[in-house]
């Protein structure tokens, strides 16, 4: 084993708690200096347009970027993701609470809906640019 990558999914502490994660910042960290201190090379799986993501928290995660790989050289960024609504989670039981999707939309030949209540497609891009290029905004 030489790569490994790891759900870092935001570099901004109030998005992880929004997220439910169960690791925070300096965990995220250390997991990924240790793999690169051990060897193997990290990859960052991120996420863009959670809800409520903002500038702040997009700068937030670049600021994370740039902490644990100032050279840009240690750990690949392997993909940022919009955010994909799916049945069992909590995101999905809001959009339901909420009306803004039903239990209907499964019974049509269709992939899993993007994410869109509090921002567009284009403003969700340019969340994910932002990360991908380490460029506030």
Same mark, same amino acid.
């Given at each position: /084993?030489?790569?490994?990558?790891?759900?870092?999914?935001? %570099?901004? !502490?109030?998005?992880?708690?929004?997220? /439910?994660?169960?690791?925070? #910042?300096?965990? *995220?960290?250390?997991?990924?200096?240790?793999?690169? =201190?051990?060897?193997? *090379?990290?990859?960052?799986?991120?996420?863009?347009?959670?809800? %409520? =993501?903002?500038?702040?928290?997009? *700068?937030?995660?670049?600021?994370?970027?740039?902490?644990?790989?100032?050279?840009?050289? =240690?750990?690949?960024?392997? *993909?940022? %993701? %919009?955010?994909?609504?799916?049945?069992?989670?909590?995101?999905?039981?809001? /959009? #339901?609470?909420?009306?803004? #999707?039903?239990?209907?939309?499964?019974?049509?030949?269709?992939?899993?809906?993007?994410? #869109?209540? =509090?921002?567009?497609?284009?403003?969700?891009?340019?969340? !994910?640019?932002?990360?991908?290029?380490?460029?506030?905004?």
């Amino acid at each position: /084993c030489n790569k490994v990558a790891f759900g870092i999914e935001s %570099g901004s !502490a109030g998005m992880l708690k929004s997220l /439910c994660k169960s690791n925070d #910042l300096e965990v *995220n960290y250390q997991a990924l200096r240790y793999s690169v =201190e051990f060897g193997l *090379n990290p990859t960052m799986l991120l996420m863009a347009g959670n809800p %409520g =993501e903002t500038k702040e928290t997009i *700068n937030e995660t670049v600021d994370f970027m740039w902490k644990v790989d100032p050279t840009r050289t =240690e750990i690949s960024i392997g *993909n940022i %993701g %919009g955010v994909l609504v799916f049945p069992g989670t909590q995101l999905y039981m809001d /959009c #339901l609470k909420s009306g803004w #999707l039903d239990d209907s939309y499964w019974l049509q030949d269709v992939p899993p809906p993007w994410y #869109l209540r =509090e921002f567009d497609l284009e403003t969700m891009q340019r969340y !994910a640019g932002a990360i991908g290029f380490r460029r506030k905004i």
